[in-house]
């Protein structure tokens, strides 16, 4: 069965940093592009970034480039996620989702990971 | 890339059909048919109801379809229950292993 666990997250003061962790079981993780969302309290899905099965190819949304950097160690089966310069817009869940067909969007998410950035 | 556009809120009673419109553009919905819906209960994870448009995944019910006409897609729920009430967003894909997602809508069953 496909688990994916976000973790990491927690309260932040603003301009702090972070480092979220998606630990991936149930397939092989090797295989397949991973992509990172959040969610703002009360608010819609957000795509910030996504990287492919080697890590050849990073993408990041454009409001996103800057302060957060994705990368994978596929040897732990783990997505990675880092946030600097963090901002109280920041405040949100962050979900990592596996893409395992042919559409590029994620077909699975994990429960995510709450970020609270206050002072 | 502008978020794509969905209704905050749709309501129906059960049994009724509703159908919750995705508009974007044609550099994203109406370039690629790689469309998906997610359907999210509070609290949860989002889950996958349809992709490329109008596929479901195996163990997601025949109720869920999905469509698309020129920049907009949709997703039909019919024989509205309760436990369907949740949010419901649609995502596409614009290129470059990049993706965009609506602002979400919220079904109520009456």
């Known amino acids: 069965e496909v688990h994916l666990v976000e973790s990491g997250g927690g309260l932040v003061k603003p301009g702090g940093s972070l480092r979220l962790s998606c630990a991936a079981t149930?397939?092989?993780?090797?295989?397949?592009?991973m992509h990172w969302v959040r969610q703002a309290p009360g608010k819609g899905l957000e795509w910030i970034s996504s990287?492919?099965?080697?890590?050849?190819?990073?993408n990041y949304a454009d409001s996103m480039k800057g302060r957060f950097t994705i990368s994978r160690d596929n040897a732990q089966n783990s997505l990675f996620l880092e946030v600097e310069s963090l901002r109280a817009e920041d405040t949100a869940v962050y979900f990592c989702?596996?893409?395992?067909?042919?559409?590029?969007?994620?077909?699975?998410w994990g429960q995510g990971t709450l970020v609270t950035v206050s002072s | 890339h502008s978020a794509l556009t969905q209704p905050a809120s749709v309501s129906g009673s059960p049994g009724q059909s509703i159908t919750i419109a995705c508009t974007g553009t044609?550099?994203?919905?109406?370039?690629?048919?790689?469309v998906s819906w997610f359907q999210q209960h509070p609290g949860k994870a989002p889950r996958l109801l349809i992709y490329?448009?109008?596929k479901r995944p195996s163990g997601v019910s025949s109720r869920f379809s999905g469509s698309k006409s020129g920049n907009t897609a949709s997703l039909t729920i019919s024989g509205l229950q309760a436990e369907d009430e949740a949010d419901y967003h649609c995502?596409?894909?614009?290129?470059?292993?990049?993706?965009?997602f609506g602002g979400g809508t919220k079904v109520t069953v009456l």
């Open positions: 989702g596996v893409v395992f067909g042919t559409t590029e969007i994620p077909d699975y």
């Open positions: 990287i492919s099965a080697s890590s050849i190819y990073i």
């Open positions: 490329g448009v109008n």
């Open positions: 995502s596409a894909y614009i290129g470059s292993r990049s993706l965009i």
């Open positions: 044609s550099r994203d919905i109406g370039n690629y048919d790689y």
């Open positions: 149930g397939f092989s993780f090797s295989s397949y592009n």
